[in-house]
């Protein structure tokens, strides 16, 4: 009778073990698709803010009437550029959490001559 009780203890404990490991596992996939989902999002919805009225001290006169043609240009750029992958692994490895994506079009805008504001 003691081995049986013993042996049905253990299966409780193996079980409850078991099933837990389980339930974190779920979780933390959960959670990543979450932050996966939520990176994915955020790397779509970036717009930069140009300072229009001014000049960035780059060029000699007003790049802001190119503004248009000039965003166009460095969005397609940047999505050439970049992968849904490349972007993640990028920004975890940022110490300003930005993605690759908003790295490059940032950087293509001011190479243009527009003052980028964030």
């Not at 009780?5 to 409850?16: E, G, P």
């Not at 717009?47 to 780059?58: F, I, L, M, N």
Request: glycine share 6%; proline share 1%; net charge positive.
């Amino acid at each position: 009778m003691r081995q049986s009780s013993d042996r049905t203890l253990i299966n409780i404990i193996r079980n409850s073990l078991r099933f837990g490991y389980i339930g974190i596992v779920q979780s933390f996939r959960k959670t990543l698709l979450i932050i996966i989902i939520f990176s994915a999002l955020a790397s779509c919805a970036y717009k930069p803010v140009v300072d229009t009225a001014g000049r960035s001290g780059t060029f000699s006169e007003n790049k802001a009437h190119e503004i248009t043609n000039d965003i166009q240009h460095c969005k397609k750029l940047a999505k050439n550029n970049t992968s849904f992958l490349g972007n993640i692994i990028f920004w975890i490895g940022s110490v300003e959490a930005e993605t690759q994506y908003q790295k490059i079009y940032r950087k293509c805008l001011t190479n243009r001559g527009h003052s980028v504001l964030n």
